[in-house]
T-cell receptor
Framework: DQQVKQNSPSLSVQEGRISILNCDYT??????FLWYKKYPAEGPTFLIS?????DKNEDGRFTVFLNKSAKHLSLHIVPSQPGDSAVYFC?????????????FGTGTRLTIIP | DGGITQSPKYLFRKEGQNVTLSCEQN?????MYWYRQDPGQGLRLIYY???????QKGDIAEGYSVSREKKESFPLTVTSAQKNPTAFYLC??????????FGSGTRLTVV
């Protein structure tokens, strides 16, 4: 049972344009969401997060949007740069007063075309 | 600099052998995790530990074992009972909300 889904395994975007990565979840108990970026043969690195009490969080070129009623979140990268080419994982957790387990999606491979 | 060190980076295992993957952190994090990455399957949780001398099974614990004798260390043993061990293994730690720090991973291949 895949509780966090990323339905697009890959995405190609022209440099300078907006990249939009999508994520859907089924567990209504999830209340914290994160995006991680991963290069081949490396560990994921944290990008941006959002709590369920918000619907938007912005950090530089990265913005995450959360639609709780649709159980959907998205990551917007603008403008897209060649260094953004990587696999992006969406993750979610349930409040557990710290040390929560993260449930990850299957990832979306983003390729930025120069 | 604080971080998580996984070793070795590449590991080859013969059929029927047990192998142990090392994970050490100097971040003073209480919780540590082991994930497995397979193509098209994302990261799946194998085992996790929220405190020394305690650990819990994740979603795919069969064929694996762990120990947590020290706060800094969380080794993972891939036993011969794991039928499909070839994968990329990631260790992570956290002290709280979302702040996972990952190691650089170990690629295990059965030969």
């Amino acid at each position: 049972d895949q509780q966090v889904k990323q339905n697009s395994p890959s995405l190609s975007v022209q440099e300078g344009r907006i990249s939009i990565l999508n994520c859907d979840y089924t567990n209504s108990m999830f209340d914290y969401f994160l995006w991680y970026k991963k290069y081949p043969a490396e560990g994921p690195t944290f990008l941006i997060s959002i709590s369920s009490i918000k619907d938007k969080n912005e950090d530089g070129r990265f913005t995450v949007f959360l639609n709780k009623s649709a159980k959907h979140l998205s990551l917007h990268i603008v403008p897209s740069q060649p260094g953004d080419s990587a696999v992006y994982f969406c993750a979610a957790s349930v409040s557990n007063f710290g040390n929560e387990k993260l449930t990850f999606g299957t990832g979306t491979r983003l390729t930025i075309i120069p | 600099d604080g971080g998580i060190t996984q070793s070795p980076k590449y590991l080859f295992r013969k059929e029927g052998q047990n192998v142990t993957l090392s994970c050490e952190q100097n971040l003073n994090h209480d919780a540590m995790y082991w994930y497995r990455q397979d193509p098209g399957q994302g990261l799946r949780l194998i085992y996790y530990s929220q405190i020394v001398n305690d650990f819990q099974k994740g979603d795919i614990a069969e064929g694996y074992s762990v120990s947590r004798e020290k706060k800094e260390s969380f080794p993972l043993t891939v036993t011969s009972a794991q039928k499909n061990p070839t994968a990329f293994y990631l260790c992570a730690s956290t002290t709280g909300r979302g702040g996972y720090t990952f190691g650089s991973g170990t690629r295990l291949t059965v030969v």
